[in-house]
């Protein structure tokens, strides 16, 4: 079974950067379009980065110019980097495993992985 597991957050001071690691255990990796989303304390769950498996990326409109993800996939392992970061930027991060054409209540997701940011 496909596991995900998220590493690299903390307690970053605005205008710093993080870099947030999301390794996939099992065989699927490659073809799955692999996404980054956070939760803020009493928000919903939005998506933050989002790359195919061709390397294809989205990026909501909050995070563009900042964040970049990128995966690597012999290491079945995709990145967030994270840049000039905001005090809103603060969430709990979550990987986000989708196979295309499948549904999306059966997508995968890791644990999540905190970052806060001092002001």
């Known amino acids: 079974q496909v596991q995900l597991v998220e590493s690299g957050g903390g307690l970053v001071q605005a205008g710093g950067s993080l870099r947030l690691s999301c390794v996939a255990s099992?065989?699927?990796?490659?073809?799955?379009?692999m996404g980054w989303y956070r939760q803020a304390p009493g928000k919903l769950r939005e998506l933050a980065a989002r790359i195919t498996g061709g390397g294809s990326t989205n990026y909501a409109d909050s995070v563009k110019g900042r964040f970049t993800i990128s995966r690597d996939n012999a290491k079945n392992t995709v990145f967030l980097e994270i840049n000039s970061l905001k005090p809103e930027d603060a969430a709990v991060y979550y990987c986000n495993l989708h196979v295309p054409g499948t549904w999306a209540g059966a997508d995968l997701w890791g644990k999540g992985t905190l970052v806060t940011v001092s002001s």
């Open positions: 099992g065989s699927i990796f490659s073809i799955s379009d």
